[in-house]
């Protein structure tokens, strides 16, 4: 039994390498994804089962995240396209430009991605809707667009996702259920983190800029904005009026509406006997950005050239990351399924016992790596041991706000390996590869925040 389950897990450790080489390479991830998680069944002495793992957990786990979500896409790529078509993209890049100079090009798209995701907006969303104002901005100032992913990861995927207190994200809600805090913990240590965060990836990207020779934006990109005249271009608050609307609306829907309302048809089995706080942040999402979405369209009918290609265009664009995604989903969620996969979880949450702080953080960050999702390794560390984690806390006197910020910040760090399903999405988005760009999203998004996370879990230690 124990040579099968070592076996199985070099099966699993053999089937995510090639996940990552071989989508670094360029090989579709939708291809990748169900092939790859069948090898590891095999290896892992479960391919007398492969078909019922194929159809009954990839598909059904790829199925549910493709359901739950593709409005999220569809909507937010949609809203991307018109943000591009209407010229209100390149109206606020120009006006950043004048405002902070072409020099600070790359804090005002990390400020940009910041501030909605910040907002609650989903990183996918904020990928789609940023990536018009990046190209806009980057191609004004002249600078590679291959650095664009790696300048909207920064914004969207680390300091405002993970560390920021009150921010909206998924990763930063887990937690509060398994140690009893709220959306605001440990503030100062989330506010400092998230600034060394974002100094450090801004500090990259600068290098990284000063070492381009020359190279300019280039030429023969796929997925470039649409070129304005200065006469079509709208009045900057006219562009800036959507994204307040995104933001505004996904706030006062998810903290003051929608707990008004009588959603208690919900219990029934009807609705899956669901409670309304696991719908409201989508619920929300779904009608800040239609309302967004006929913000534009009210705003710009007349610059908008052909309104139907617009939305067929958007509507199009939204399918390969939705795909990509939900396939990364079905991937991590047949390798959770393995008996192999026990004996690795099992390792990386017992690590370092007398510390669970460290415990945590190498667990949490283990398993966002293995299954490719930064909510899915916070999940699966915390639904294992989040109460065990609790109860360490309080043996060891460790205040329960550290442990839930180090738990949101860990999620944050080696989920973006390759096989990332939101790295895949914003190449994709970009119209870039991963040899072109992922090097710069691997320093920004995984190397800076786990080293940053790393001091904190240091100082931290030393205190208690």
């Not at 005002?108 to 018009?132: D, N, Q, R």
């Not at 003051?256 to 989508?282: C, H």
């Not at 990364?328 to 393995?338: C, Q, R």
Request: overall charge neutral; aromatic content about 8%; glycine content about 10%.
């Amino acid at each position: 039994m124990g040579v099968g389950v070592d076996i199985g897990v070099l099966g699993i450790l053999l089937s995510l390498g090639l996940l990552m080489y071989l989508a670094y390479r360029g090989i579709s991830v939708i291809i990748l994804a169900p092939v790859l998680a069948m090898l590891a069944v095999l290896i892992a002495g479960e391919g007398q089962q492969m078909l019922g793992i194929y159809t009954q957990v990839f598909m059904q786990k790829m199925g549910s995240f493709a359901v739950k979500y593709f409005p999220i896409f569809l909507l937010g790529a949609i809203f991307g396209k018109l943000m591009e078509d209407s010229g209100s993209a390149k109206v606020i890049a120009r006006s950043i430009i004048q405002s902070i100079g072409i020099k600070h090009a790359c804090l005002a798209i990390v400020l940009a991605c910041g501030l909605l995701t910040y907002g609650g907006v989903s990183a996918f969303v904020v990928a789609f809707a940023v990536y018009p104002l990046a190209a806009a901005l980057f191609k004004e100032a002249n600078l590679p667009k291959r650095l664009i992913p790696a300048t909207i990861a920064l914004g969207a995927f680390t300091f405002t996702m993970t560390c920021l207190p009150g921010t909206s994200q998924i990763h930063n809600i887990i937690p509060v259920s398994y140690f009893g805090t709220d959306m605001y913990a440990a503030p100062v240590i989330g506010l400092l983190a998230g600034m060394a965060m974002m100094l450090g990836g801004l500090a990259w990207i600068n290098w990284r800029l000063k070492n381009t020779d020359s190279e300019g934006y280039g030429d023969g990109h796929s997925n470039e904005p649409v070129a304005f005249t200065d006469s079509r271009l709208p009045h900057l608050m006219v562009a800036l009026l959507p994204i307040v609307v995104v933001v505004t609306a996904n706030y006062v829907l998810q903290k003051i509406m929608i707990p008004t309302w009588d959603t208690s048809y919900l219990a029934s089995d009807k609705f899956g006997n669901i409670e309304v706080g696991k719908l409201k942040s989508i619920w929300s999402m779904i009608m800040a950005l239609m309302l967004a979405i006929l913000t534009v369209l009210a705003c710009n009918w007349q610059k908008i050239k052909d309104i139907n290609r617009s939305l067929t265009q958007g509507a199009m664009g939204s399918m390969l990351p939705t795909f990509n995604t939900a396939s990364e989903v079905g991937y991590g969620g047949t390798i959770a399924s393995l008996g192999a996969f026990l004996l690795v979880k099992e390792a990386v949450i017992n690590i370092s016992p007398e510390n669970p702080l460290i415990s945590e953080v190498v667990a949490v960050n283990v398993l966002a790596g293995i299954t490719g999702s930064a909510s899915g390794g916070l999940t699966i560390a915390l639904e294992a041991l989040g109460n065990t984690y609790a109860d360490l806390a309080q043996q060891f006197s460790i205040n329960p706000e550290w442990m839930h910020r180090l738990a949101s910040m860990a999620s944050g760090g080696f989920d973006s390996l390759p096989h990332n399903g939101a790295v895949i999405t914003l190449l994709t988005i970009c119209g870039l590869s991963h040899r072109q760009s992922y090097k710069d999203i691997f320093m920004v998004s995984l190397v800076i925040p786990v080293t940053i996370t790393a001091i904190t879990v240091a100082v931290l230690s030393f205190l208690i």
